[in-house]
């Protein structure tokens, strides 16, 4: 069975500063991880990576994967409070075509 | 173009009822899932459509639910005789096609209470 474990679970931070949350997963034939960021209800895709070390990246967002160590981070820089959301981690294999998500990170960012 | 719709935003309803929740994907979009949220985690998967068919239904946790996409289109979760514990939101995606690399797409989701 598929598994996608997520730390920090929440993380309080202010404006400005540097977070990185975690994603590590088990996945039986792996085809890609993605990033979402769900504010109220509706999960918003951030990214989808499929290849180790190349690193993604949007504006102040960016992403990478290490499929040696099954492992990703999300790097969000000078955060601001609309960065304030849960983001979630889920990954896909090539078996079929459902994501197993993480639990989350709930993020909430200070003025 | 707009993204994917699903109504009601809310449903509030009686234990033993039956209740439909409906999903509009993407427009063009042939691959349409249904995943549930319970509070405090991450979506679960219940059961995903390639055009009118479900081409996996290993996830709906009993014979309880079922849901149908006519058209190819339009989707509807249905839940007979609900229990406390269906409630949850109730989340619909949609993709291009179902071939790899292909992103999901979200709708806003359905809250479902059963008192």
């Known amino acids: 069975e598929d598994k996608v474990v997520q730390s920090p679970l929440s993380l309080v931070v202010h404006e400005g500063d540097t977070v990185t949350l975690n994603c590590s997963y088990e996945?039986?034939?792996?085809?890609?991880l993605l990033w979402y960021k769900q504010e109220k209800k509706a999960p918003t895709f951030l990214f989808m990576l499929?290849?180790?070390?190349i690193e993604k990246k949007s504006g102040r967002l960016s992403s990478i994967l290490d499929k040696k160590e099954l492992f990703s981070i999300l790097n969000i820089t000078a955060t601001q409070t609309g960065d304030s959301a849960v983001y979630l981690c889920?990954?896909?294999?090539?078996?079929?075509?459902?994501?197993?998500f993480g639990g989350g990170t709930r993020l909430m960012v200070k003025p | 173009g707009a993204g994917v719709s699903q109504t009601p935003s809310n449903k509030v309803t009686e234990k033993g009822k039956y209740v439909e929740l409906r999903c509009d994907p993407i427009?063009?979009?042939?691959?349409l899932y249904w995943y549930r949220q319970s509070l405090g985690q991450g979506p679960e998967f219940l059961i995903y459509?390639?055009?009118?068919?479900?081409?996996?239904d290993s996830g709906l946790p009993n014979d309880r639910f079922f849901a149908v996409r006519p058209e190819g289109s339009v989707s509807t979760l249905k839940i007979q005789r609900t229990e406390r514990g269906d409630s949850a939101v109730y989340l619909c995606?949609?993709?291009?096609?179902?071939?790899?690399?292909?992103?999901?797409?979200f709708g806003p989701g359905t809250r479902l209470l059963v008192l």
């Open positions: 995606a949609s993709s291009l096609t179902s071939g790899i690399g292909e992103t999901q797409y």
């Open positions: 996945v039986t034939n792996f085809r890609s």
């Open positions: 499929t290849s180790s070390g």
């Open positions: 889920a990954v896909a294999n090539n078996a079929g075509n459902m994501l197993t």
């Open positions: 427009s063009g979009h042939t691959a």
């Open positions: 459509f390639q055009g009118t068919g479900a081409a996996d």
